[in-house]
């Protein structure tokens, strides 16, 4: 599996909230959005929650095993953007297993990128499937650098 996507690799540090204070569905998706208010301009993040909004209303992103997938393409963004989060109390949104999402993986995406931004989607779903316990694994993290550690451990250990 030479072509695998990696999430640890489509993640940034700087992109990664680590146990959130949010306690809806809607303030983690804004919260994770505010995190590119450094580099994208206001009116561009809120077209981001727009989307995201939107997208949200025709299906749920939450994916169970506690992991939710918010996401969006725009044309308002040139590049990926992923942003992870975590939530030691859990959030309520409206996952497939109807239980709450303690991990988050927020994919914005350029309108022009369908497969990309779903083989994005797709890593996630992949990594989940083979390591149900990633969200609580994950939750354990107490720095991003420590995120990306454990997650990159999971990556070697179920991907490959």
């Known amino acids: 599996m030479n072509n695998v996507i990696r999430i640890s690799e489509q993640l940034s540090e700087k992109h990664i909230v680590i146990h959130s204070a949010s306690e809806d569905f809607e303030t983690i998706v804004r919260e994770m959005v505010n995190v ?29 095993y506690g ?11 040139k590049q990926h953007y ?9 959030i309520e949104f409206k996952t497939m297993d109807g239980k709450p999402a303690f991990l988050f ?9 369908v497969g990309s931004h ?4 797709a890593a996630i779903s992949h990594l989940i499937s083979r ?7 994950l939750n354990k993290a107490l720095s991003s650098e420590e995120f990306i ?12």
């Open 36 to 64: 590119l208010s450094s580099e994208l301009k206001p009116e561009v993040c809120e077209d981001i929650l727009d989307a995201i909004w939107v997208r949200e209303k025709t299906k749920t992103t939450g994916i169970g």
């Open 149 to 160: 550690k454990i997650l990159k451990e999971k990556e070697e250990k179920y991907i490959i």
């Open 67 to 77: 992991v939710a997938v918010p996401h969006a393409r725009t044309t308002l963004v």
């Open 131 to 137: 390591n149900v316990t990633i969200s609580s694994d």
């Open 118 to 121: 779903l083989n994005i989607i």
């Open 105 to 113: 993986f927020l994919i914005i995406s350029p309108d022009f990128t």
């Open 82 to 90: 992923c942003i992870a989060a975590t939530s030691e109390k859990g």
